[in-house]
């Protein structure tokens, strides 16, 4: 098993900046994985950003390129969210997905990201 926290949302101007922050714990030797997803209300739960465990190739969707980037610091059990100037879109709760090499996803409880107008 693999426990995931997420941290760092909160209300932010438009044009702001936000860093998450998503802590493993666990048997985190068995991550392929990790990303974000965001599920704004109303919407469906989309994609926002991953990274490989091994060789740090990160993904992002078309929506938040050159705005956020996901990274991972020295090889830690942490994943980071950078997201720059923020849009009222982006608002919505922001989930921690880790996959294990045997395909078995984990997620956070998530947290809150709101931005105003």
């Known amino acids: 098993q693999v426990q995931l926290v997420e941290s760092g949302g909160g209300l932010v101007q438009a044009g702001g900046s936000l860093r998450l922050s998503c802590a493993a714990s666990?048997?985190?030797?068995?991550?392929?994985?990790m990303g974000w997803y965001r599920q704004a209300p109303g919407k469906e739960r989309e994609f926002v950003a991953s990274i490989s465990w091994l060789g740090g190739s990160t993904y992002y969707a078309d929506s938040v390129k050159g705005r956020f980037t996901i990274s991972r610091v020295n090889a830690g059990n942490t994943v980071y969210l950078q997201m720059n100037s923020l849009k009222p879109e982006d608002t919505a709760i922001y989930y921690c997905?880790?996959?294990?090499?045997?395909?078995?996803?984990?997620w956070g409880q998530g947290t809150q990201v709101t931005v105003s107008s």
């Open positions: 997905k880790g996959r294990s090499r045997n395909d078995n996803d984990y």
């Open positions: 666990g048997l985190t030797f068995s991550i392929s994985s």
